[in-house]
């Protein structure tokens, strides 16, 4: 069985909801909540996150406590908000920080509107040793997102397999 870690950061829920999901069906594997100490609740909670995303504004975050070192998890799965088209901004500050310690990488999007941001993804992945090689962008609450979440598990799911047969080979 492979290291899978998920880590996120959420303003009002909707990312790590669906964190916690993909947690849980990938075999309860280890979720760390990113905190950057700002107060981001209610309007003005909303509009600092905006100016701090348009900024791309890189708030102190601390590394998250893991229970292994972030180099030796097989993936991390990253999952962020979509702040003003791009990455959170504690997001953006883990990345920066940390993100040339990860192995392999993917990554979860919550939005607000029908739009994708896939280049999102691109964003994200200037901050990682190598481009990520699974995604999923979702508009909680909305029709087929239950279809691609069990899209983006069965990718996780089927690298991990082929890994583990690598493994035993
Ligand atoms: C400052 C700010 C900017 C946002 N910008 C966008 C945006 O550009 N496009 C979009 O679809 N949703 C945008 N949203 C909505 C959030 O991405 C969406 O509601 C998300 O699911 C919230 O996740 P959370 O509950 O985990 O914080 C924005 C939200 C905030 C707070």
Not at 9 to 31: F, H, P
Not at 145 to 153: N, R
Request: aromatic share 8%; net charge negative; hydrophobic share 35%.
């Amino acid at each position: 069985m492979s290291n899978i870690l998920c880590v996120y950061y959420s303003r009002t829920g909707r990312t790590e909801a669906l964190m916690q999901e993909i947690a849980q069906q990938l075999g309860d594997c280890e979720l760390v909540k990113l905190t950057d100490g700002i107060n981001r609740a209610g309007l003005f909670g909303w509009l600092r996150s905006g100016m701090d995303a348009m900024a791309r504004h890189i708030p102190a975050v601390e590394k998250p406590e893991t229970k292994l070192p972030l180099s030796q998890y097989d993936l991390v799965i990253i999952g962020t908000p979509v702040w003003a088209g791009r990455c959170s901004s504690p997001v953006r500050s883990f990345l920066l920080q940390f993100g040339e310690e990860l192995k392999e990488t993917a990554y979860v999007i919550t939005r607000g509107c029908d739009v994708r941001y896939e280049e999102v993804f691109s964003q994200m992945d200037l901050y990682v040793r190598r481009p990520h090689t699974k995604a999923l962008t979702i508009r909680p609450g909305t029709v087929g997102v239950d279809f691609w979440k069990e899209e983006f598990l069965k990718a996780v799911r089927s690298a991990e397999k082929k890994e583990e047969e690598q493994g035993d080979a």
